[in-house]
């Protein structure tokens, strides 16, 4: 399929070229333009300025050096009005001669209003915030657009902390609670496409499709654009929107070297709550450097541009979050039958580089060679849980001495106070775990630019890898160590205060804080030649889970414009997409204690469990010092079956290749601008993992991996299908800076590899476990909208969005069922992901969405005095999400599963001379984890989350700042709850923290 597209695109390249060489000769006669547009403010080229010939009713846009090419132009003196948002407008006059070429290079001028802000304003947040204005405002379709320089400082420099200022931006968070994901319009996650420069990219998670936001570096960016409106030419598989990140051409830049650093620390200071793990190291540093330089090579002019960014960071989080399971019932009062508090950090260390050059080959040809990497290593990545609970059915009841002898829960319990008797498997589970992780992501690109008049041809042609590995070699300190008490115990669970308050308080059997108490019980032969089932309190597994994703990609693309009476241009292209995951586990271990032996060893850092229940310490030994053991046949037995089956329960590979054509037409109707057209994508995939078709007796093969063998067989399975996405979009010219548009588009989102591959993907840090679908369809969407912006002149603006979504063969997935998997080896998955939640996908019927959006972005100039320099932004976003599921069950909004129906992000920027401030608040409101159910402990909701950060600037010297910054100024993470607001499930902690440091240029 690729060598096909391959030949197709050769073939539309070679036309396109022989159609450029046609039309250099016809236009023989003719003269043209040639030029570039840069700010009188910093000299810095402007991309996006419309560069228009009134008389002749032409356009051009600048590139993304500033540059722009007027081509076929009769002899004799033209008029071109040059405008760009927040500047005033150009007017110059050019002799054009016959057969030839002239050149106007204009510097705009930013508007009187700017310039008697200047020392209320920072030139570079100014013209980033310009940028991004005029970007969205000139686009066809509806998207929003922000630049890196337009708010200063990030917390900890994560792209996802710029994308969630944008209006109907929400956001997910990973297990160190930095933001992972973002969810655009109250759409899933999931189906947020990641581009970089507008191509696909792998990310670190999942099968790549998905954007894992905390490994990209905001320093390696210039601009975040949210496209809401798909058009022909950009991928369809886009279901809530597409996250575009673009780079920067270091031909913009207006003098010959320009050198910048960052240098900062961050710090989680003692009047913060954080946990003991952090208050052992709690300063991190974070820095980068970026060097750019414009050459001239050969007999060119400023022709060669190189940019280089280099930066590393060390972002130390906690894990500090409580879980908490009630009786499965309706009653207004439930008994608490379980608690699980989990605490530790992850010091995850982040280096990052992008290399870009951009030649200008020919007055029509420009050359850009890009080059990105991120690398993540995590190398101490802790927690531990401790988990007292009760979970045997049988004893799950009301004790009474005469009619219930059996039951666990003294009677008297509260919505916060539970007592559970000895008996049955009460019992207090540790959960102690030391990971490893590294992931490299390289992406490296080759474009080519062709602008021959009225024709223009790019192509590009992309390879990105993700490798992640789990394990990262660390054998020693890597491994999961699990600890069961013996005998059963009594205990007291009180949730009034479930993060600081005691919790637990043990009643009754032997004390939990004893290491004898968690001694094991017997092993049956696990490596004989009977059943490989062991029956144990103490385990200890060693997994390195490694995925790579390759992707291969290519586009080429081709518009020309007609010089008829309505102006149109016709766009046509193809594009590949080609990815491969390949998900394995390297050689699984797993040991059980043997019985009669007594474990010792060094304990992990103090745990939030102990210190909020005293501080007396617990057997929490620490897995670095209990794998020096693992070699002892007197404390150990290996369980070689494990190995043996893990290797093939534990493999998968996607395969997926997404060829795609689309024809575009964009012309111009007086103030109406018109672009519409259809796009076609092939899909095709193929998957692969192991299945156990045969139960082979140990007495007929007792060699563990010949019996894996033998058992498990191949599953394999591809398809193929097509699909047509047409779209239509109108932006009118109210007046100048009265814009309204209206948009239908039509998109899919394709299944995840975990949701088609029906093996069991467990996920350590969410605690979760995936089962797959291969029947899975991929969902369809229809999406309606209209919006209306107005622009000030000053670069501000503010919008109203109202859109439409229909969703047909909606997957449900990804979202937590409510299920625990079981204790013990009979769980259904030999012993693994003990109090994991079971995830299983599938296509379960048709949702619709209803959205309002509002944004408001100005510089509020017309307040008196120093008031001047403040700058104000706002959005809310409303939306009502409903759906008929399993062909009879109404949702109606609110009820959707995955979909958040409230959010608002809101900042202030001030700047005084060499003083600045800032100030953000991010909310969401409260919304279902999953569709309801008519089992309480499965209707999950978050509530309601609100994070607030605040910073301070100095200006020390003209290129030198300093700054600090406060996050999370009120320490809330996120919290969930069961079925009722006073069922609190789970509680985060996120720590405040301090940032400051240096930053500047020369």
Not at 66 to 73: A, K, Q, V
Not at 234 to 250: E, F, H, I, M, V
Not at 695 to 724: C, N, V
Not at 976 to 981: A, D, S, V
């Amino acid at each position: 399929m690729f060598a096909r597209l391959l030949r197709q695109a050769t073939s539309l390249f070679a036309s396109a070229a022989l159609g450029g060489a046609i039309l250099s000769a016809a236009d023989a006669g003719s003269g043209s333009i040639a030029g570039s547009v840069s700010s009188t403010a910093t000299h810095n080229a402007l991309q996006g300025a419309v560069v228009s010939v009134p008389t002749l009713r032409r356009t051009q846009l600048t590139d993304e050096a500033g540059n722009f090419l007027i081509s076929n132009l009769p002899p004799g003196p033209i008029e071109l009005v040059i405008s760009y948002s927040g500047f005033d407008d150009e007017r110059r006059t050019v002799s054009v001669p016959a057969g030839g070429a002239t050149r106007l290079d204009a510097a705009m001028r930013p508007t009187q209003a700017i310039v008697m802000m200047d020392k209320f304003t920072v030139a570079t947040e100014r013209e980033g915030q310009a940028l991004s204005i005029t970007e969205q405002k000139n686009a066809p379709n509806i998207k929003n657009v922000v630049a890196f320089d337009e708010w200063g400082i990030l917390p900890t420099q994560n792209v996802g902390e710029l994308v969630t200022r944008l209006p109907g931006i929400t956001f997910t968070t990973d297990e160190d609670q930095l933001i992972n994901n973002v969810s655009i319009g109250g759409m899933p996650a999931n189906y947020t496409r990641l581009n970089i420069d507008g191509m696909s990219s792998t990310g670190v998670g999942g099968d790549g499709r998905t954007a894992t936001l905390h490994s990209f570096s905001g320093s390696m960016y210039e601009q975040v654009e949210i496209i809401a409106g798909q058009t022909p030419d950009k991928r369809a598989d886009s279901l809530g929107g597409q996250l575009n990140l673009k780079t920067r051409s270091p031909l913009a830049m207006s003098g010959p070297r320009r050198i910048g650093y960052t240098a900062s620390g961050r710090w989680f200071p003692p009047w913060s709550d954080r946990n003991a793990a952090v208050a052992e190291r709690p300063w991190r540093p974070d820095l980068s450097m970026n060097y750019t330089e414009v050459f001239s090579l050969g007999e060119g002019r400023r022709n060669l541009g190189v940019a280089l960014t280099a930066s590393y960071q060390e972002i130390l989080n906690p894990h500090d979050w409580s879980l908490i399971q009630y009786q499965n019932t309706t009653n207004p009062v439930a008994w608490i039958q379980d608690f699980d508090r989990r605490s530790g950090l992850n010091d995850r260390f982040i280096s990052a580089f992008s290399g870009r050059v951009d030649y200008q080959w020919s007055r029509s040809t420009r050359v850009s060679l890009r080059y990105l990497y991120n690398a993540g290593s995590e190398p101490f990545f802790h927690y531990t849980f401790i988990n007292p609970f009760m979970n045997t059915a049988a004893n799950l009841s009301v004790y009474d001495p005469q009619t219930n002898p059996n039951g666990g829960i003294m009677p008297g319990f509260t919505e916060h106070r539970t007592q559970i008797r000895p008996v049955g498997n009460a019992q207090v589970l540790m959960n102690i775990q030391r990971y490893s992780f590294t992931s490299k992501n390289p992406t490296g690109t080759l474009v080519f630019e062709h602008n021959w008049g009225r024709l223009k041809v790019d192509h590009a042609w992309r390879w990105s890898n993700t490798h992640w590995d789990s394990g990262a070699g660390r054998e020693r300190e890597d491994g999961v160590l699990n600890m069961r008490t013996r005998d059963p115990i009594g205990f007291i669970l009180d949730s009034t205060d479930p993060m600081h308050g005691r919790v637990f308080q043990q009643t009754a059997g032997p004390s939990v804080y004893d290491a004898s108490s968690y001694t094991p019980f017997i092993v049956t032969n696990i490596n004989a030649t009977t059943v490989p089932v062991a029956q144990t309190s103490v385990r200890f597994d060693k997994r390195d889970t490694i995925t790579d994703t390759n992707e291969v990609s290519g586009t080429i693309n081709a518009s020309y414009a007609f010089e008829t009476r309505i102006p149109l241009v016709v766009r046509t292209g193809l594009d590949t997409v080609n990815r491969r995951v390949n998900n394995r586990q390297v050689y699984p271990q797993r040991w059980y204690q043997v019985p009669g032996t007594t474990l010792a060893g060094g304990l992990m850092p103090l745990t939030e469990f102990e210190r909020q229940n005293g501080g007396q310490r617990m057997p929490v030994f620490d897995p670095a010092s209990i794998s020096t053991t693992l070699n002892n046949p007197a404390l150990w037995t290996q369980d070689f079956n494990f190995t043996a089956t893990q290797q093939y329960t534990n493999r998968r590979i996607l395969e997926e290749g997404v060829d795609a054509a689309y024809l575009r037409f964009d012309s111009k109707f007086g103030q109406l601008n018109v672009t519409t057209g259809i796009r076609g994508e092939w899909v095709s995939t193929d998957t692969f993992t192991y299945f156990r078709a045969r139960t082979t007796p140990i007495a007929a093969q007792p060699d563990h991996f010949k019996r894996a063998e033998m058992d498990y067989a191949r599953l394999s399975r591809d398809g193929s299908y097509h699909k047509w996405f047409p779209s239509l979009h109108f932006a009118y010219d109210i007046t100048r800076n009265f814009k309204a548009r209206a948009s239908y588009s039509t998109s899919y989102g394709r299944p995840f590899l975990a949701n088609l591959i029906s093996s069991p993907t467990g996920n350590d840090t969410a605690r979760t476990v995936t089962l797959g679908n291969p029947a899975l369809k991929p969902q369809m969407a229809k999406n309606y909208d209209v919006k209306l912006e107005y622009y000030y002149s000053d670069s501000g603006m503010v919008s109203l969005r109202g859109y439409y979504k229909r969703i047909t063969d909606y997957i449900g997935s990804s979202l937590r069922s409510g299920i625990l998997v079981p204790n013990g080896s009979d769980n259904g998955f030999d012993g693994l992901y003990e109090g994991y939640e079971l995830v299983q996908a599938s296509n379960i019927g048709n949702a619709r969405l209803r959205g309002l959006e509002f944004d408001f972005r100005q510089r509020l100039g017309f307040l008196p005095g120093a008031l001047k320099g403040l700058t104000a932004r706002g959005n809310y976003t409303y939306l009502e999400p409903s759906g008929r599921f399993a062909g009879t069950v109404d949702l109606q909004p609110g009820q959707v599963g995955g979909y958040i129906p409230r959010a608002y992000n809101a900042g202030l920027m001030y700047n005084y001379g060499k003083f600045g401030a800032t100030y953000d608040i991010n909310w969401t409101g409260k919304y279902p984890l999953n569709n309801p159910s008519t089992s309480p402990n499965s209707n999950i909701y978050r509530r309601s989350w609100t994070r607030m950060n605040a910073g301070i600037s100095y200006k020390i010297y003209r290129d030198t700042t300093l700054f600090l910054t406060v996050n999370s100024l009120t320490e809330e993470g996120a919290e969930q709850y069961t079925y009722l607001p006073d069922r609190t499930r789970s509680t985060w902690i996120v720590p405040r923290s301090v940032k400051f440091g240096v930053s500047g240029q020369f």
